[in-house]
């Protein structure tokens, strides 16, 4: 059976007692996420989230990168988010490597060249790392200064986060 | 209280039953899932998700956009994701404006201007949608042929996932 059998499959028996309720949750929380695509943040568990309360963004070491500026305006602007928040983790495979290591090895791997992505976006340390992404997206002209904005690191060890504070 | 006092509340009693185990788990279905950000997608549950499951990486609207293939390219290269599912849904908030539409809003809203993001993305049609992000991974120069790559519709009213098949 393929992965996506077992997701069906998974799916069916999800379908059978689905709440239909869910489609017309109202937007509660007005709340959104930039997390990392790391499977060990459990995003609604670790942090009860409910139906309606935000809008979840993902990425490689949940990056501001232009795409996720791109979702949080549609998040604000058309769909009410009145709050960031952004999760990045201990132990982030993007810590793992250098962006031009990435590139040759996919060069040689594939044979070929590619000009996109322009950038993978490793990086050294967590806490300037969470800084950054704040600021990137504090930069930006059309983000209203009136939304609160927070950066948290997330320990994949414990499953605590932890707001980082501003400098 | 604000929001994120109750989801710093909330994570605090998820650390007391924390199952330190989930860091450890390995890579297990070698999935990597494209969803839209929308919180009507409860992915874990939908889908019989687990930890070691899945990268997730979310946007506004499930768009294949160059940051989302700099994620794929991770999650293949550097952590042995081999199967891909694009998932998009109906009532999709990205299918509610034109581009320009959101552009000019903005900027009359803002005052300003600006030059990023260059596209917002929305768009009219889910199945050709859905085609036109699986062409957009299988047509890049980095993406083996090899991987597993299916796009789907899920049904945000009976929480159905409906593969929609190539034409």
Known sequence: MSVLDEVLRSNALFVETYDTGRAMAPVKRKLAIVACM?????????????PGD?????????IVTED???SLL????????????????????MQTFRDEELRDDIRKRT??????????HAFLNLEDHVRQQI???????????????????????T???TPVPAL
């Open 135 to 157: 600021q990137r997206i504090r930069s930006h002209p059309w983000i209203p200064k009136h939304i609160l904005l927070t950066g948290c690191i997330y320990d994949v060890h």
């Open 68 to 70: 996720v500026i791109r």
């Open 74 to 93: 549609v998040a604000h602007y058309r769909l009410g988010a009145e709050e960031f928040l952004i999760i990045n983790h201990t132990e982030c495979g």
């Open 111 to 120: 044979g070929t060249d590619s000009i996109a992505p322009e950038q993978f």
């Open 159 to 161: 499953g605590k986060l």
């Open 54 to 62: 935000a809008y979840i963004i993902r990425n490689a070491g949940g």
């Open 38 to 50: 790391d499977y060990r943040i459990p995003l609604e568990q670790a942090f009860g989230l409910k």
